[in-house]
């Protein structure tokens, strides 16, 4: 059974720090890893997904690697600002046998103080 | 519609009843789920439809829960006889065709349910 885990739970950082959020898995037999940022009262939003066959993706000021062999992901946050706060959740869509069932790890709740 | 809706956004009821949550994708798309949230935690798989077929129910609980999708848009999540421990965020995603690797699943608003 796919198991995520994310590190730091939580992180509170001063405005314009860079931050790297980890995320790892124990089945690295996976199709894609994505992103999601979770604000209060809201859906969870896509920020970037990682196929098996890449190695990064990138968005502005946030970069995504992913190394599958070792089961790791990570979430870099360039220049952090206040907005930048929220959850950010790592999900991982398994192989042949799980399906299009997305895995999620809990989150790391991320504040950035002004 | 411009995003995956959900409703209602909030359900407030008592132990024993029966509860209807409702699902309404992005249009066009064709694969649609249902995750359960608890509290401080990341959401789980309960099962997921492609067009009105539903392709994996591995993920829901117990015999209480159900779901359908009858003409493979709007999907409805029922829980009978709820009891405290349903209580949740329940959150619905579409995605335009499930499988492949570069599938994005987007995320609704969610249903906020407690069972007092």
């Known amino acids: 059974k796919q198991e995520v885990t994310q590190i730091p739970a939580a992180l509170s950082v001063p405005e314009g720090e860079n931050l790297v959020l980890n995320c790892s898995f124990t089945?690295?037999?996976?199709?894609?890893l994505q992103w999601f940022r979770q604000d209060p009262g809201k859906g969870l939003t896509s920020l970037l997904l990682i196929q098996s066959s890449q190695r990064e993706q990138t968005s502005g000021r946030l970069n995504a690697s992913l190394d599958k062999s070792s089961g790791r992901s990570t979430l870099y946050i360039a220049a952090s600002q206040p907005g930048d706060s929220a959850t950010y959740l790592c999900?991982?869509?398994?192989?042949?046998?799980?399906?299009?069932?997305?895995?999620f790890g809990e989150g790391t709740q991320l504040t950035v103080n002004p | 519609g411009a995003g995956v809706s959900q409703s209602p956004r909030y359900k407030v009821t008592k132990r024993g009843q029966d509860v209807a949550l409702r699902c309404d994708p992005i249009?066009?798309?064709?694969?649609l789920y249902w995750y359960r949230q608890a509290l401080g935690q990341g959401p789980e798989f309960l099962t997921y439809?492609?067009?009105?077929?539903?392709?994996?129910k591995s993920g829901l609980p117990n015999d209480r829960f159900s779901a359908e999708r009858p003409e493979g848009s709007i999907s409805t999540l029922t829980i009978q006889r709820t009891e405290q421990r349903d209580s949740a965020m329940y959150r619905c995603?579409?995605?335009?065709?499930?499988?492949?690797?570069?599938?994005?699943?987007?995320f609704g608003p969610g249903t906020r349910l407690l069972v007092l």
């Open positions: 249009s066009g798309h064709v694969s």
């Open positions: 999900a991982v869509r398994g192989g042949e046998t799980s399906g299009s069932r997305l895995t």
């Open positions: 089945d690295s037999a996976i199709y894609n």
């Open positions: 995603a579409s995605s335009l065709l499930a499988g492949g690797p570069g599938e994005t699943q987007y």
């Open positions: 439809f492609n067009y009105e077929a539903q392709q994996d």
